[in-house]
């Protein structure tokens, strides 16, 4: 083709574009532009304010000589296990059932979903309540009867991200199971005719052919589960503040710790850029594998 | 047109904030007295500013200086400064004073002739930088405070002890009748605090100093700083049982003699208060534990932002001579439970703690506190590794020395 029918290319659905300029703007001061700064200044000894006076390295050797942070990263790897596993498994259990075509399904949705209409804050003081050895879960079963019944996770250092988990899955995992249920919805009724004709058993359906095609869904389920998991911050503030010592601690916290409690923002620059690269080992080679293969097909 | 509808609302929200300004001689200030003992003292503040005409607007913060601090700081350095604020004087405004962010008092303090009036010296001294005022210091408050419930001791059947070295002896025989000896919040300034008061008590003033002031980490790693861990571990056990996380419910623990006592500053000394118990009879306070009667000179300060509103800086003139007035030092230090800045002031009603601590101050007797020696970093590192400690029994003490001396051989 000649190139006088082209050139007017960028101009194409100009309206469109000139529609999205502030929004790319914003993406790149903002998102972009505020990362950039981040990670330039976690180089420095910024103290309370911002200075660019750079010392190289030292913030992250600091970083990873503290037995907090190394602490936090520990339980943010038991956290983010746990809640993925289990929030998938039981969120897809829980839709597989409720697919059954059972009665008062509409109530069942209403009632699991009901926590994710709670914030982390909440679910944080709920549950603390709920585990408190003193007016919760192991008071009441002693007052049935089981004097030496001992369920005392949050004010114990080497179980106490387990009760945080607990309260995480309570909240999320209505949403999760709302996703699977719609992605169970999509699939076509005529797969699972087909299937039983076959004499394939159901669970076999469900491994081998439901969740396949499931695979958007999956993906959709897996970003937002992952993007909490790395988040979490209120629920372990409203839960233990952190405690009992640093026993639950996360590195969202430390950066807020340590750029505002501990007026030293080049400490918590760094340690923030280190979640910003932990995120990015998991999305890169993904992403790569999502977008970039797609191309060569 | 969207354009100009904009420019009116923009014209209108400036409008506001003129009509906003010039009426005003509203002035905010932020603190974080939240408890009790602490609020019925801030009510005396803003009683006697509100009488001078103005009117005082209060923005207190609730959960303690860690979350309040923060605010307050994110509230100047993002342009939005409220009229006063309170820190601890000391290091935690250093940065923004040098950022040119607070205001220049020392007009108003010679005019005051703060330099005589204020005693100990070393406070005002903690609010000067490069030979300018930048505070208004309001009370006393040290931290060497052991707080003993006689009931709790009654109870056990053991005489309410003199020092640190009794109370320890005393703690079997607490436990025993079902008290918790020690008391200790599980935020983590309390457990890191509670460690410098023995630092103080059980290594002596010189070791404090040596550790804080000079920052000598082989000192730190030494024999004399490994008899004040031997120490912290007593009271770590001691403590094993508390519970709670905000001070002024462990100090509820020891009102209601379930624990039997509590090492905390003598802001502890209002909820006593409030909760109408009498010193000497309801309750025993120890300074420096009994063992080093010296007390600490930390406290509270008010600090001014820069304000660019001339009425408003007047009021902040009015405020900054209102705090350090005779009258209202007294109503306020009685109700907090603090010693006033002021040696000038009569005290006649004073409780048997305050005067102690009276005593000591006109003795001369006191030493600068961690809040004047460390920066907000070095604290929160030491906060992060005794909260730990305190909270995990199976932390060794030689571990935990030696990250204390690399904490203190890194100290800024």
Redesign the interface.
């Given at each position: 083709m000649s190139k006088s029918e082209r050139p007017n290319q960028l101009f194409r659905n100009l309206n469109a574009k000139v529609a999205s300029i502030p929004m790319i703007l914003t993406a790149l001061v903002v998102f972009v532009g505020g990362t950039a700064w981040t990670v330039l200044y976690s180089f420095t000894n910024s103290?309370?304010?911002p200075r660019l006076n750079f010392i190289g390295l030292d913030q992250y050797y600091?970083l990873w000589s503290?037995?907090?942070w190394l602490v936090s990263i520990e339980n943010l790897l038991i956290y983010g296990v746990l809640s993925l596993v289990f929030s998938l498994v039981i969120g897809f259990i829980l839709a597989a059932l409720l697919d059954q075509k059972i009665r008062f399904e509409d109530t069942f949705r209403t009632i699991f979903l009901y926590p994710f209409a709670l914030s982390f804050i909440v679910t944080g003081l709920v549950w603390q309540w709920l585990l408190?050895?003193?007016f919760g879960i192991q008071r009441v079963v002693r007052e049935l009867g089981w004097e030496s019944f001992s369920f005392n996770p949050l004010?114990d250092?080497s179980i106490v991200i387990y009760g945080i988990s607990i309260a995480a899955l309570w909240q999320g995992t209505g949403l999760i199971m709302c996703l699977m249920l719609a992605g169970l919805r999509g699939i076509d009724e005529d797969i699972w005719k087909a299937a039983r004709v076959d004499g394939i058993p159901m669970w076999k359906t469900y491994l081998f052919i439901i969740i396949p095609m499931m695979r958007p869904v999956f993906i959709t389920t897996l970003v937002i589960i992952a993007s909490g998991i790395v988040k979490v911050y209120d629920l372990v503030v409203a839960q233990t503040?952190?405690?009992?010592?640093?026993?639950s601690e996360v590195p969202a916290k430390y950066v807020y710790?340590?750029m505002?409690?501990?007026?030293?923002l080049g400490?918590g620059f760094a340690a923030s850029t280190m979640m910003l690269l932990s995120v990015m080992i998991v999305i890169v080679p993904w992403a790569y594998l999502e977008f970039g293969g797609r191309k060569r097909v | 047109m969207r354009y100009k509808v904009l420019t009116a609302a923009f014209a209108a929200t400036v409008a506001l904030n003129f009509a906003g300004q010039a009426s005003a001689t509203d002035l905010e200030v932020t603190h974080w007295w939240t408890s009790g003992g602490e609020a019925a003292a801030v009510a005396e503040f803003a009683k006697a500013f509100d009488a001078t005409g103005n009117r005082w607007v209060d923005g207190a913060i609730a959960g303690s200086g860690g979350t309040a601090r923060p605010i307050m700081i994110s509230r100047i350095t993002g342009g939005d400064p409220m009229g006063a604020t309170q820190f601890n004087h000391g290091r935690q405004a250093e940065e923004l004073v040098q950022a040119g962010l607070m205001r220049d008092l020392t007009d108003i303090a010679t005019k005051g002739k703060w330099t005589e009036v204020v005693r100990p010296k070393s406070l005002l001294d903690s609010c000067t930088i490069d030979g300018k005022i930048y505070c208004v210091p309001v009370n006393i408050h040290s931290w060497q405070w052991l707080w003993l419930s006689n009931a709790a001791f009654e109870k056990a059947g053991v005489p309410v002890p003199k020092n640190w070295n009794e109370y320890v002896a005393a703690a079997p025989a607490l436990e025993k009748a079902g008290i918790i000896p020690l008391a200790v919040g599980g935020q983590p300034w309390q457990s890191s605090g509670a460690f410098d008061v023995l630092l103080a008590a059980v290594g002596g003033t010189d070791a404090f100093l040596k550790v804080y002031k000079d920052k000598d980490a082989t000192f730190a790693a030494g024999p004399e700083v490994a008899k004040v861990f031997k120490a912290a571990d007593d009271a770590r056990k001691m403590a094993k049982n508390t519970n709670v996380q905000d001070w002024n419910q462990a100090t509820n623990l020891v009102i209601t003699g379930k624990a039997g006592g509590q090492i905390m500053g003598d802001w502890a000394q209002g909820e006593f208060q409030v909760a109408g118990q009498t010193a000497g009879k309801d309750y025993t306070c120890l300074p420096g534990l009994g063992l080093n009667e010296v007390i600490a000179t930390g406290g509270d300060a008010f600090y001014f932002p820069l304000l660019k509103d001339a009425d408003k800086a007047k009021a902040q003139e009015v405020l900054a001579e209102t705090l350090l007035d005779p009258k209202t030092q007294v109503a306020f230090n009685l109700k907090k439970g603090s010693l006033p800045v002021r040696g000038d002031v009569d005290l006649q009603a004073a409780n048997d703690c305050m005067k102690k601590g009276l005593d000591i101050l006109a003795k001369g007797s006191v030493m600068p506190w961690t809040d004047q020696l460390l920066s907000q970093d070095t604290q929160k590192q030491k906060e992060d590794l005794f909260s730990e400690f305190f909270a995990k029994p199976d932390m060794t003490i030689e571990d935990a020395q030696k990250r204390f001396a690399d904490i203190v051989g890194s100290a800024d």
């Open positions: 103290k309370l304010l600091r503290t037995p907090r408190n050895p003193d004010y250092s503040s952190g405690g009992p010592g640093i026993a710790d340590y505002f409690f501990a007026q030293n400490q | -």
